[in-house]
């Protein structure tokens, strides 16, 4: 999404298309009319724009160990919230005050109909107007249903709380009061960070002109 005018692109479901989903997702958001293109559409729409194709198995061959230990772990049962989750994405304030998002994700590894690596996917998401932008990673259901970046713009807007606080207050109490885990990274129009996680597998970085390049895990 790209905060200036509010455009946004938006793929998913996709298996043969190797390019980065993020950058069909931009080409949605300039070269077409709509937010979301899934499945065949959103193939059809990458021939369009002369990405070439290529056959499901590459993405089924890149899959790591890790993938194969967590279908493992769903099919013995484990608990959702323990599966793998690993999206990427990226936020920035420019010095005009324009933000902009982006986010990929492969999906919940073990989900019925969605396997991290086979089915990559792209999503920009705007929040509360201008006021910041959030990326999200983590057991998608529980951020559906607590509308996680949302309720921390709401935080801000309607209660006063910096986004440090806002943050906390969600992906640490509220995310884990319903059983769900997960991160955010998410930047303000004022220039403030937070980068928060319910696990300490959460890599996150953050660099400022002129400052210095951060880069760690996150922790509880």
Known sequence: MDGRDLRAGSVTGLQHVACSPIQLARLVMDHSPHVMLAGNGAEEFALEQGLEPVA????????????ARAHACARAGAPATRRCWAPSGGLRLDAAGNLAAATSTGGMTGKSGDASGTRPSSRRHVRSERLLRVSATGHGEFFIRAAVAHEIASLM???GLDLPRAADEVV?????RMGGSGGVVAVARDGSIAMRSTRRACSAAQWIRRGRVTTGILRE
């Open 56 to 67: 499901e198995q590459l993405f089924r061959d890149r899959a790591s160990p890790l993938d």
């Open 157 to 159: 807007r309607y209660r």
């Open 172 to 176: 640490m109490k509220q995310l884990v």
